[in-house]
């Protein structure tokens, strides 16, 4: 996949401008606050229609405006894709394929995008639901059906705790739990144990420091060993019969992968607890770029891969290594603060971020 033009309408403080980007490397520099990170996130609003920083609609249009308008083109392997996003403060979002109304997820038929920056060490270092976010962005590139089986256990959630609070019977809404909750589950245990691989070893690569890892710490007990989902749904009945009282008494649900946990350790010892600043946002580009990997094979092509003030992190030598592993990827944006070193700029085109404008680096 590749992002071919980009034309941005009030988003941010993006108030009009258009991005023609080149393939392989693309610089976006300019000082802090100038809408480097804002492209970036249009880029990555194009692609799948919501941000990478779980930002509400309403707070990416441009001050005094009403409504802000994302326009592009999206080329993949067998054709372009003219899309178009908007949001209204007076209507819901809209998103178009080649001038048809579509659904969000129907953007997921053909963009695959993977976005590392700095409020990426929340995943490392903050609540549990930071953590099923990732898991459900990226899982749902890979798999429409996961996508699918996930809006139906999230609806089927909502209905349960509306009837926990009103003291209702919850048989029929936990039957669709247990069915659509333990293929969520199956996805997630299959997608961590190839990300705990790939993760440790961009790790090593970045930081040439210590050992990475990660686990999976689903509510239901499937971790220990790779149970099929029939057997996955026998546990989950059975964790929902031992929590019914509970659940009862607490009038929310108590199990499910609404309750999955990842746990990641440095250096053998918890990182949410122990780890720094630093190894956060080493660890989170270390597991963006596995995810890159995953994607990759998965969809059979290239992500875009969004990149935004990786280099504040590294040293000179992890940011030469990272420049040159550059070359295997398709097509990159990448943000910083400073004038781009020579070697980056002569990977790939460079643009200015001024005062939300955009120009072309000669």
Not at 259 to 278: K, L, V, Y
Request: aromatic share 8%; proline share 3%; glycine share 6%.
């Amino acid at each position: 996949m590749k992002i071919k033009k980009l034309k941005v309408s009030s988003f941010r403080n993006l108030e009009s401008g258009e991005l023609q980007p080149g393939e392989g490397v693309n610089i976006l520099y300019g000082p802090n606050g100038s809408g480097k990170t804002n492209l970036l996130e249009a880029i990555f609003m194009l692609s799948l229609g919501r941000s990478q920083r779980g930002a509400n609609d309403g707070n990416m249009i441009f001050e005094g405006h009403d409504v802000y308008r994302l326009e592009g083109t999206i080329d993949t392997m067998s054709r372009s894709h003219k899309v178009a996003v908007a949001y209204s403060r007076q209507a819901k979002k809209k998103i178009t394929i080649e001038g048809v109304s579509s659904k969000t997820s129907d953007l997921y038929d053909f963009s695959c995008v993977v976005s590392s920056g700095p409020e990426d060490s929340d995943i490392l270092s903050g609540p549990p639901s930071v953590r099923r976010v990732f898991l459900d962005m990226y899982i749902s590139q890979i798999s429409r059906k996961y996508l699918s089986d996930l809006t139906d256990y999230s609806r089927a959630l909502a209905q349960k705790n509306s009837a926990l609070k009103q003291r209702m019977d919850c048989g029929m809404f936990d039957a669709i739990l247990i069915t659509a909750g333990s293929r969520v589950m199956e996805a997630r245990r299959d997608f961590l144990l190839k990300l705990k691989e790939r993760a440790s070893e961009h790790y090593k690569m970045i930081s040439n420091k210590e050992l990475f890892s990660l686990n999976y710490k689903p509510s239901v007990s499937i971790d220990e060993e790779l149970l099929s989902v029939n057997e996955i749904e026998a546990v989950f009945q059975i964790k929902l019969e031992d929590n019914y009282e509970r659940e009862r008494i607490m009038q929310t649900a108590m199990v499910g992968p609404h309750r999955d946990e990842i746990q990641f350790d440095i250096g053998g010892r918890a990182a949410r607890i122990f780890g720094s600043q630093g190894q956060w946002r080493t660890a989170a580009l270390a597991i963006k770029l596995a995810v890159y990997d995953i994607l990759k094979d998965a969809r059979g092509s290239n992500p875009v891969l969004l990149l935004d003030e990786i280099f504040a992190e590294l040293d000179k030598d992890r940011c030469s290594a990272l420049i040159k592993s550059f070359a295997d990827f398709s097509q990159v944006f990448l943000t910083t603060a400073l004038e781009p070193p020579d070697e980056l700029k002569e990977a790939g085109r460079s643009f200015k971020v001024e005062n939300g404008q955009v120009t072309v680096s000669l």
